[in-house]
Nanobody
Framework: QVQLVESGGGLVQAGNSLRLSCAAS????????MGWFRQAPGKEREFVAA????????YYADSVKGRFTISRDNAKNMMYLQMNSLKPEDTAVYYC?????????????????WGQGTQVTVSS
């Protein structure tokens, strides 16, 4: 099993930045691709960003390209999402997810483990 715990969410004004962190643990955590997804009230969960185990490939939703940066530190079993130039439409619960493979994916159904989520609220 893999456990994922997100942190770093909060309330910020539009234009400001936040950095989300995801701590991974568990006996089976190893060469896992990881990703960030988000879900706004009344909407379906959507892809935000993904990263391969090696970090060599990164994927972003069009809505966050150029503003968000995904990264990871495998030595610390950590993944991050740096969010700049935040907009009110970025308001959502953000989830960290991990796959059982090292290959990245933008499809939420391909992820096997999920964190509990962290709230990000951007005020205008």
């Amino acid at each position: 099993q893999v456990q994922l715990v997100e942190s770093g969410g909060g309330l910020v004004q539009a234009g400001n930045s936040l950095r989300l962190s995801c701590a991974a643990s568990g006996r089976t955590f190893g060469r896992n691709a990881m990703g960030w997804f988000r879900q706004a009230p009344g909407k379906e969960r959507e892809f935000v960003a993904a990263i391969t185990w090696s970090g060599s490939s990164k994927y972003y939703a069009d809505s966050v390209k150029g503003r968000f940066t995904i990264s990871r530190d495998n030595a610390k079993n950590m993944m991050y999402l740096q969010m700049n130039s935040l907009k009110p439409e970025d308001t959502a619960v953000y989830y960290c997810a991990a796959r059982t493979t090292s290959v990245g994916s933008t499809e939420s159904r391909s992820y096997d483990y999920w964190g509990q989520g962290t709230q990000v609220t951007v005020s205008s």
